[in-house]
């Protein structure tokens, strides 16, 4: 069985551009309080890995 990942987001990094958000299929991220992206709802990852890939500013990874 493949193992789950679990994202780990830079936050120094993150500019809060939003194009995480935009991008997920499942809804999971969201933009926190201070703008910054946040895994609200990891349940519902599927691992796809789009959030990791279109993120200008390299803040996310799937590990
Ligand atoms: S890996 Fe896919 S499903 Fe999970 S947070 Fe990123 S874009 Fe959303
Ligand atoms: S795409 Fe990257 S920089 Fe933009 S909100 Fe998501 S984590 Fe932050």
Request: aromatic residues 4%; charged residues 30%; glycine residues 8%.
């Amino acid at each position: 069985m493949k193992k789950k990942k679990k994202l780990t987001i830079n936050r120094e990094w993150c500019k809060g551009c939003g194009i995480c958000v935009a991008f997920c299929p499942k809804g999971v991220l969201v933009l926190d309080k201070e703008g910054k992206a946040c895994w609200a709802h990891p349940e519902k990852c599927k691992n796809c890995g789009l959030c990791e890939l279109r993120c200008p500013d390299i803040a996310m990874e799937l590990v």
